[in-house]
């Protein structure tokens, strides 16, 4: 349903994104290409389609990287549009934040107006692992911005149950599987529960509408994995992070239930780190879980309040639907035993931030005693609560800390003075409102100004200040992957050669960038994937497609570990400064099959 806006609500809600857009963008190049690992695998996409498609690491199609492409496509569209730069490379998934941003302030703003759904928008916006994922190329940035968009689209069929938002949800969480596998789905027993429980229509209806859903989310998000399925392995780059080169096993397994129940890392250790339910507010408290206590109070409030309603009342559809969002992701992402980075939970950021909106408008709304005093406990709980997480990273006793105190307890003392005086004050209750907001962003702000002041580079990123100060300390020149002198061998003569070197490991995809031409991953990721094996590497040097051996700490094992050896022991060695290459154009001629006699 549509919902007129008051004459100031444009004027905030450009506020909101420009603010959220100078936010994510301010500075954004001193983290250079943030994960060199996808930004090497972008930059390949730039001068090939066909690495574009796979999610090549190179250029010459030796393995693809551990995800589904669909990230590395926008990236690459960017770089073959702007050139290769940390601009071009970073700006997009800062877009795609100020993108998120407005849907899900137009997703709330559809079921409580204008004002909750800035609310939310601003909510989601300032919390510090969203800040830190926009300024970073990860696939998280996409995958979040196709959520929120499916949750969008959700709400419109529960709203009108036409078809049409049901095939577009679909849509959006199979390109989501696209960007980051099972991870996506992880919100799709909240977007499907709220369209059984509230959509209009009789139950068979609503079935056939999830039915179809389902489908065009198959077609979506299967669609690529059948035809890399299809293409024979000799045509087609090794699938990244499989052990089979198979893509489903790459989707389903490492990318899904993997990361539940442990799994091989990239570099070889097995993960079983034994999850906690408390993990979300322990190791990834700073990063998401600002307002956690306080959207557990919004949620008990709102399902009272709420209680008694129709079936199909759009309130609280929304309410399930941002709290089922909320519960399943934090509980998942609190046990996982595989795999576990704290930037994951910025897929939990967007419940968060819809389900405090809207339980604090509704109690706002109500304007009794009792909801007063709900939104007391609330606001001291969160202002406690922030008050902890500060004191991880900083000492106890700090100005960050005064100020939130004295704005919490101002916060309140204002609400229940405006509402004790004679008469009715609008002005007074709206300046309390907006002191009770200010108080439950002061921490969050604080750690996304701290995580936008400082670079992110490497494969994880972290969100707020470091060093026991808000103020982040000097930014260092990332390393150089290779010496000088060896990277000026590896620029040379790069036309003649599929890869103008190889190396074992990430570090191949630093030397691409370095060079800006293609670099083999010897391994994959970690030099842990069977691929090449020592046979196909022998083939490529006979073949003369590679120049040089980058050489690097030995590898333990596989098949990268025998390419490493013998290259080692067989081709001559250049010390080039720091580094050491060796010249596989010399090995060239002495691996080819000698050739049969004539008559």
Sequence with gaps: MAVRAPGLEPVARAALL??????????????????????????????????MFFGSSDAGNSITVDKPPAALWIMSLSIRLFGLSSWSVLLPQALMGVATVALLAATVRRVLGPWPGLL?????????????????????????????????????????????????????????????SLQAFLVLPALAGVVLVAAPGSLRRRIGHLLA?????????????????????????????????????????????????????????????????????????????????????????????????????????????????????????SVMQGIWHAYYTVETAPGLAALVAIGATLLWRQNTRQARMVLTAGSLMTTAWAVSLVARRLPLVNGLVVVLVLTGLGAVLLLHLAASSTGERPGLRRAAGALLVAAAV?????????????????????AGPVGGSLYPPATRPPASPASPEALSLLRQNTGGWTWTAAAVGHVAGDLQLAVDAPVMPVGGFAGHDPSPTLAAFKADVAADRVHWFVAGPKASGGPAAAIDAWVRATAPAVHAGSTTLYDLSALGSDLQPPTAAGP
Aim: glycine residues 12%; hydrophobic residues 55%; without cysteine.
């Design 120 to 180: 939310a928008g601003l909510l989601f916006a300032l919390t510090p692992v969203v800040t830190a994922l926009f300024r970073y190329d990860n696939p998280d940035a996409l995958l979040t911005l196709l959520l929120v968009a499916a949750a969008w689209a959700t709400t419109r069929a529960v709203e009108d149950g036409r078809l049409r938002w049901m095939l577009l949800a679909g849509g959006l969480l199979g390109f989501a599987f696209l960007t980051k």
């Design 213 to 333: 859903g389902g489908a065009a989310m198959v077609v979506a998000g299967g669609w690529w994995f059948v035809v890399v399925s299809l293409i024979p392995s000799a045509d087609r780059p090794w699938v990244g992070g499989s052990q089979s080169d198979s893509p489903l096993e790459l989707a389903l397994g490492y990318n899904g239930l993997g990361r539940l129940t442990g799994q091989h890392s990239p570099s070889g250790r097995v993960l079983v780190k034994g999850g906690s339910i408390w993990r979300v507010l322990g190791s990834a408290g700073d990063q998401v879980a600002w307002l956690l206590p306080a959207a557990l109070l919004a949620l008990v409030a709102a399902l009272w309040l709420l209680r008694g309603i129709p079936r199909t009342d759009p309130v609280r559809a929304a309410v399930l639907l941002w709290a089922g969002w909320t519960v399943v992701t934090t509980l998942v992402f």
């Design 442 to 462: 002061l921490g969050p702000v604080a750690w996304s100004v701290a995580s936008a002041a400082r670079s992110h580079t490497g494969s994880s990123v972290s």
């Design 18 to 51: 420009v603010g959220a857009g100078l936010l994510y963008v301010i500075g954004l190049s001193r983290s250079g290409f943030g994960n060199s690992f996808y930004a090497a695998a972008a930059q390949a996409g730039a001068h090939s389609w066909s690495a």
